[in-house]
């Protein structure tokens, strides 16, 4: 062989060696270690594990960046409490005494079914879905000749924004629930309206009905199965239910990796493999990404997703999604001087639509019933409150409670920044917001791409469910069906693998 033909033909061994390498390294470069990999342990991620558990495919681990499992259902103490700083209400759950139906949320079920026997019975109270029930909820609006706040009978005005609100949803050639709203000539030109509009819509879906598009809240809007939502009060924290899905798994050490963050995911033809920090590399045959909308589009805009790319489909879905911004402030004061009886008393502002609107005594329901009361802001204003220092927050909250109640007696109001709690989750790297919702920006198929699995990765948590975004029993139902689909999937292949726990 002279040179040339020696060169040639090493060049063409060259070419032979990385064709073949580029073909196996598409299909699968790595050994796998688990058959599903789930990523992320809140409600999405537990509920696809145990449902893969109880199918008999036991060879799954879930990788979950904080020290806990629960994801946005989680609990802090806060003077002495658990208080939940994520998801606290249980929506339609029928009551101690109602009737059961298939038509149950299945997250009551499991907080009170003793279903996977460990006896979780979460303790809370029954409450009236806010607006609309006089009963449960009082309104006060500012009477400019008394003065002062007084509490006004809105029951007409809120039957009137309901029938409206349910026309505005049917009415076909709009963009914005707002265009439906003005089309069914609902007219917020009152603070009280103004407040009533709030507390109907932007209390559920953390933005005001300007920013929402009328399909898809109209797909979405039975996330409340009916009129009663149970809030959870359990000093076990909310987050036992999860617990109580995964504890008997047996060798559950080994199952669910918490503290160990996941900074990249491949994605091949034959499998899945995701980098750990600090830890190297892990491969599954197939994975279950439940991280949050605003982990997402984080991840897209820092390219995270390696190996075969997204399709375009799935990139235009995450970008045209939002995260709703809903922050939970808990106060708490030397006394009680709110009405406990009301479930929710809200309060107009003549100038700030938004500002401060709810209160709620959600210290009743806990143990020895303490002073503490539960405000919550949504969109702009909490995007603007989580911006402000907590003795910001401290004096505004102050500030509004005094004109309510028209306080005289400051010591009434004396509390320092001990006495304030809340937890901003959009600036958490692992969640960038609370919950998703309905921008105008997303289509319908953009919402069913969401869902769609790329490859052998599928997607699944709050945001892909079209009936019941942002809430936990839409997190649950995604769970449980990329687990079907994956189980389904599976049946049709041999898998003949050790899957020894390592990490490569
Ligand atoms: C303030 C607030 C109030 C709410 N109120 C209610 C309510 O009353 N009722 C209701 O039904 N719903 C409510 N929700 C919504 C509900 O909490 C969520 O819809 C649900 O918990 C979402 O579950 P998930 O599994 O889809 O996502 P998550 O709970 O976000 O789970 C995803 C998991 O992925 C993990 N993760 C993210 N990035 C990484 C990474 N790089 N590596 C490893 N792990 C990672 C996260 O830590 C998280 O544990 C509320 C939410 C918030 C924030
Ligand atoms: C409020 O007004 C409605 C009708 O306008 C009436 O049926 C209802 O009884 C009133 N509620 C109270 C508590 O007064
Ligand atoms: C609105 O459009 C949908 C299809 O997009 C159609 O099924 C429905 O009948 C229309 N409703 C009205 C009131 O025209
Ligand atoms: C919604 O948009 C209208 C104009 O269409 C504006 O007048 C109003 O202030 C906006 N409301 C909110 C709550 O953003
Ligand atoms: C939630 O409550 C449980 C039970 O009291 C406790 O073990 C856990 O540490 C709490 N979570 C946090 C984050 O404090
Ligand atoms: C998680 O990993 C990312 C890199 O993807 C890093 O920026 C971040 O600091 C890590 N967070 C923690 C808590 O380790
Ligand atoms: C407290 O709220 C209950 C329930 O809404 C109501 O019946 C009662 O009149 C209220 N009491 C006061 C003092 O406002
Ligand atoms: C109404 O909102 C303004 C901010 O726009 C605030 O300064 C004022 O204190 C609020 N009033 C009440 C009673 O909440
Ligand atoms: C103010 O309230 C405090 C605490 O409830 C009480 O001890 C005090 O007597 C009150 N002062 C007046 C002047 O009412
Ligand atoms: C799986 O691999 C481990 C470690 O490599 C080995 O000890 C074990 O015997 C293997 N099991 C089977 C069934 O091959």
Known sequence: ?????????????????????????????????????????????????????????????????????????????????????????????????????????????????????CDVDLEGVDVLISGGFTESSIFMDFNNQAQQYETFNTSEIEMDYIAKYKEALKTNGTNTVRQGLNMNNWRPDSPLKQLIEWSEFDFTYAATPNESVVSLTAENDNVNFGERCFIVTDQRGFASVLRCMIANFGDHQDKILTNTNVTSIELYSECVCAEVMGQGRMCGDYGIVTFSIGVLQNWIANNKFKGTSLSPAKIRAITNSRMGLYLKIFVKFPNVFWNISASYTYATNSTKRGYYPVLQPIGASLPGSPPIVLMSVTGDEAMRISHLSKGEVRQEVVAVLRQWYNIENESLLTITNDDIEYHDWSTDEFFLGMFSNNPTTLTIDDKRNLAMPEGRLYFSGEANSIEHGGTIHGAYCSGMDAATEILKRAQGEILHKNYSSYMV
């Not at 061994?13 to 270690?33: G, I, M, N, Q």
């Not at 029928?94 to 997250?107: E, F, L, V, Y």
Request: net charge neutral.
């Open 1 to 117: 062989m002279d040179i040339d033909m020696e060169h040639r033909f090493l060049f063409l061994l060259f070419l032979f060696f990385s064709f073949v390498l580029k073909e196996s390294a598409s299909k699968c470069p790595y050994r796998t270690d688990a058959e599903v990999l789930i990523f992320g342990a809140g409600t999405a991620g537990v509920t696809a594990a145990r449902v893969l558990n109880d199918h008999g495919l036991n060879s799954f681990k879930v990788l979950e960046a904080h020290d806990k499992i629960g994801g946005r259902i989680r609990n802090i103490t806060f003077k002495g409490f658990q208080i939940e700083v994520g998801a606290n209400w249980i929506h339609e759950a029928p009551g101690n005494t109602g009737s059961r139906s298939d038509n149950d949320n299945p997250i009551w079920t499991l907080a009170r079914d003793n279903q996977y026997r």
